[in-house]
């Protein structure tokens, strides 16, 4: 492994956990943040002894808060990448097709782009005051592909419709109510519980296991044509006055006004 800033990167019991290491921006990504979660997503697959992913966010006030809007309004951006560019639909590839079950073990707020992240993770273990939804709209960014087609797959598409439009979170018990997460841990006891999962799938067949996820991600592959189109159409609107507008209220702490985009 190289040396990581943005992650960390564990491995034990045949468990690797992937850990967005930035608590003091609500684990929100930048573009380093991505590379090093490619990085460390790519180790996990490479490593024979390794089995089950856990991915999870630093502290316990959130799993991921989504793309650094603060920096986005800042700089225009994500920040530097190591390819020049900002790799998020790669990572959701990844994600879905390393060939071992990715468990998402949600410590706090999931929204935004980390929302996606848990919803393209296999399995979901929320902690008690986890809280899950959707930003794009409020602070001027959308994710048309896997993101929100997918996400329709997972729980109906009234309830996916209902998280993007309204922009609100809910809680765990919805949450679980809803399919959108397999467990609520109890308190203080997440990580345990996502290591008991992981450890119950490193008993089985890994050949069996890769075969299943590939199957089960089969029936929903061609979203990948979707997303790329999507992440074309969100590079576009990204460098409009109306996201940022988005992306400035957030920055500023107020609320937006999208009331002149309105022809």
Request: hydrophobic share 40%; glycine share 10%; charged share 25%.
């Amino acid at each position: 492994m190289r040396d990581l800033t943005d992650v960390r990167y564990e491995t034990a019991d045949h468990t690797a956990t992937i850990t967005i290491d930035r608590p003091e921006r609500m684990n929100a990504f930048r573009g380093k943040t991505v590379d090093e979660l490619i990085h460390a997503f790519k180790t996990a697959w490479s490593d024979p002894t390794v089995g089950t992913i856990i991915l999870t966010g630093a502290g316990d006030r959130a799993f991921c808060a989504g793309g650094d809007v603060k920096e986005r309004a800042e700089t225009g951006g994500y920040g530097d990448t190591e390819w020049g560019t900002f790799e998020i639909e790669r990572l959701h590839r990844i994600i879905r097709d390393v060939p071992k079950p990715v468990i998402a073990a949600v410590n706090g707020i999931a929204i935004g782009g980390g929302h996606v992240l848990h919803v393209l993770a296999d399995l979901t273990i929320a902690a008690p005051h986890a809280r899950f939804g959707q930003s794009g709209p409020r602070v001027g960014s959308f994710d048309a592909g896997f993101g929100s087609a997918y996400l329709a797959r997972v729980i109906g598409e009234k309830r996916a419709r209902e998280l993007w439009f309204r922009c609100r979170l809910i809680d765990a018990e919805q949450a679980l109510d809803w399919g959108l997460v397999n467990e609520i841990a109890p308190d203080g006891e997440l990580a345990a519980t996502a290591q008991a999962w992981a450890d119950d799938i490193n008993r089985h067949s890994p050949t069996a296991l890769r075969f299943l996820k590939h199957s089960f991600n089969a029936d929903t592959d061609h979203l990948s044509g979707l997303s790329h189109l999507a992440f074309d159409g969100l590079d576009l609107y990204s460098h409009t006055d109306e996201a940022g507008e988005g992306a400035a209220a957030f920055a500023e702490k107020r609320e937006p006004d999208f009331r002149r985009f309105r022809r």
